[in-house]
């Protein structure tokens, strides 16, 4: 019996050069809330839900957590992420690989830890048509990474099951979320994260970025 494949991707450091400014726009947003905290611990935890990144940062601060402060950092990297616009680009091989998995009709979607207002940055560097092709936002789950509800809302909007699907994405939390939801789990390294560090999490291979992952698409069974 054959079973369809089906590709579930990540989107910040996945499909587009944008990690590091999460990281700057997280840092502007702490530092005009007087949190003091260094852009390296910042780093390890792009890739989550934003509510449960900065619940850990002021958690980790020991600064009093409330909703209206969680908001307010919220809000405050969402604006200045936006004005990191201009400088977020696709990374290489990323429109290769979604051009060749549409001419292999082969279904892909899109989900990332990202709320609508920052992730339409990066859908619109990517040239992507969100009314064409499933887009999964935090917006729309109840949990983001690394609870593994973007990835199954994904395979629903693509109707495959998700034990059927190969998530790519480049940090641990992509990797322990498609763990949690039994899909194979791909890792790239575009993101900043370690190879080892991302097989640990469950990623069965490991590739610098898109462009080497197109080149090596029949290895998790991409094939035409």
């Known amino acids: 019996m054959h079973i369809e494949s089906a590709f579930i991707f990540d989107l910040d450091g996945t499909l ?5 400014q999460h990281v700057l726009a997280w840092k502007e947003a702490l530092d005009a809330e007087g949190i003091e905290l260094s852009i390296w611990r910042i780093h390890r935890r792009i890739g989550m839900s934003g509510g449960l990144f900065t619940n850990q940062l002021l958690r980790e601060t020991g600064l009093e957590i409330s909703t209206a402060h969680v908001e307010r950092l919220r809000q405050g990297h969402a604006e200045a992420y936006r004005r990191y616009a201009g400088q977020v680009r696709p990374l290489p091989g990323a429109r290769e690989l979604l051009a060749w998995l549409t001419d292999a009709g082969i279904p892909w979607a899109i989900a990332t830890s990202g709320r609508m207002e920052t992730a339409a940055v990066n859908i ?8 064409r092709v499933p887009v999964v936002t935090r917006d729309q789950v109840r949990y983001a990474k690394p609870d593994p509800d973007l990835f199954v809302a994904a395979a629903d909007r693509l109707a495959v099951p998700i034990e059927t699907a190969v998530v790519v994405g480049d940090s641990i939390w992509d990797m322990l979320a498609a763990t949690r939801c039994r899909s194979l789990g791909v890792g790239l390294l575009s993101g900043g994260y370690g190879a080892e560090e991302l097989r640990q999490s469950g990623a069965i291979r490991v590739y610098e970025d898109p462009a080497d992952l197109l ?7 991409g094939r035409r």
Not at 124 to 131: F, M, S, T
Not at 215 to 221: L, P, Q, T, W
């Open 124 to 131: 619109a560097a990517l040239g992507v048509d969100p009314e």
């Open 16 to 20: 587009v050069d944008s990690v590091y």
């Open 215 to 221: 080149e090596h698409i029949d290895e998790v069974g």
